[in-house]
């Protein structure tokens, strides 16, 4: 499976952006979908995971009620839509997969558990 990140860029404090996790190789279907962020000078962080299949969805408390997480099967696609962000939003986002076919394997928001990374893209929310 890979993965390719887009749709980062300069965006203005509580503007919008829909970040996509396009995959090649195997279908996105059978992964939990996380999407990180790396903050320059901080540590990688989690932000949101999607179940395989499309159910329970998880989120850091620094974005819930303002990222939702989906993904769009028939373009084996996943997205990270981002809305009123901040300044402190600021990072490169990456997308990651965690293989589970059989519902195996919890939505985690945990580097260590991912089984494919994307190489990222930068999001800077600034005026």
């Known amino acids: 499976l890979q993965l390719v990140e887009s749709g980062g860029g300069l965006v203005q404090p509580g503007g919008s952006l829909r970040l996509s996790c396009a995959a090649s190789?195997?279908?996105?279907?059978?992964?939990?979908i996380v999407w990180f962020r790396q903050a320059p000078g901080k540590e990688r962080e989690g932000v949101s995971c999607?179940?395989?299949?499309?159910?329970?969805?998880k989120y850091a408390d620094s974005v819930k009620g303002r990222f939702t997480i989906s993904r769009d099967n028939a373009k084996n696609t996943a997205y990270l839509e981002m809305n009123s962000l901040k300044p402190e939003d600021t990072a490169v986002y990456y997308c990651?997969?965690?293989?589970?076919?059989?519902?195996?394997?919890?939505?985690?928001?945990?580097?260590?558990?991912?089984?494919?990374w994307g190489k990222g893209t930068l999001v800077t929310v600034s005026s």
């Open positions: 990651a997969a965690m293989f589970d076919p059989q519902l195996f394997r919890r939505c985690v928001l945990t580097e260590g558990d991912m089984d494919h």
């Open positions: 999607l179940r395989s299949y499309g159910g329970t969805t």
């Open positions: 190789g195997y279908t996105l279907n059978y992964y939990n």
